[in-house]
């Protein structure tokens, strides 16, 4: 279905920062599948454990123990918060389950209809409860009847949340910096005010670190540069490196109102699933990659500050670790297809963000090649 505009490249293979198309040549990719790919294409370490586990054993059902599922849930929970794990197949299906777990565990407080408070701007997948949680009318266009249960709130104001908190709130569910919605990051201390308003009303704090998890911000998670624990965290993208695979985190007695039979994926958290998610994790942990991030977004928020004196359509640079975007005064869709000419992938959000979120292990030179790359674009518009 058309559901896609899509660039007209087809890659068949990558390595690291870069993928080749079918003529072999070869682009610079700072987008990473959308935040997908941290640690670079093809990594060796992953590429072999999901050839070893695909020789072994693809899929065998929920219905039987999957003790790999259990290393996963063990290895997030220690970087995490102490949790017990629902593995699933993506970022809409994780949100998905933290819903319904809110709705459950709200349910089992005496409130029969509970509502879940979003941010404006938000994006959490584009199923119909995902959708009607997202706070982007956009993304819901012809869709309804989209299920009920939510209302939004202004991101990063705390005086609104705490306004529109009732006696039907279940939970609030937020993402720590708002991707889709144009790589947002709230006010300091916002988060330590909702963890303290989600508390007080007894409540439960939902965070959605589909695309910040994972390193991507230059800590394993995002919401540890909040200082605050969520009660539910959602996982996906670069869970898997690529391979799919989701998660939901919840805290151990909350998680236990998930009873058997209240929640299912089939495919969620299978073996071959499971040696990825493994994999991906190992090398992370080993190698610090959240450090690299955080190391290597300095260095390119540095290089993205220093072309503002010199193209005046750049409204500001921001982001967090290597979850960057740069907003302009004007509508630069056309970055993606001039950054192909230039042998450089780049995505733009809401027309106006271009989002940089290379792999995690993209060096100096290639952003140093990236930056002088979009300089070249730009100075070719007169932006
Ligand atoms: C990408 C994304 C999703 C949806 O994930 P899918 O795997 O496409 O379903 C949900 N939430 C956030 C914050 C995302 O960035």
Known sequence: MGTYARQPVRFVRGQGCRLYDESGRGYLDLVSGIAVCNLGHAHPEVVAAVKDQAEKLFHCSNLYEIPLQETVAKMLA????????FFCNSGAEANEGAIKLVRRAARSRGKPKPRIITARESFHGRTLATLAATGQEKYRQGFDPIPEGFSTVPYGDIEALEASIDGDVGGVMLEPIQGEGGIRVPPGGYFEKVRRICDAAGILLVLDEVQTGMGRTGRFFAHQHEGITPDVMTLAKALGNGFPVGAVLARPELADVMTPGSHASTFGGNPL???????????????DIPARAHELGEYLMERLNGLAPSHPSIVEVRGRGLMTGVEFSCDVSFLP???LRHGVLLNVIQGRVLRLTPPLVVSREEIDKGVEAIDAILGEKGL
Do not use: C, I, P, Y
């Open 273 to 287: 699933a499971m040696a990825a998610a493994h994999a991906t994790l190992s090398v992370m942990l080993r190698e």
């Open 337 to 339: 297809a001039e950054g």
């Open 78 to 85: 220690d970087n995490a918060f102490e949790a017990k794990v």
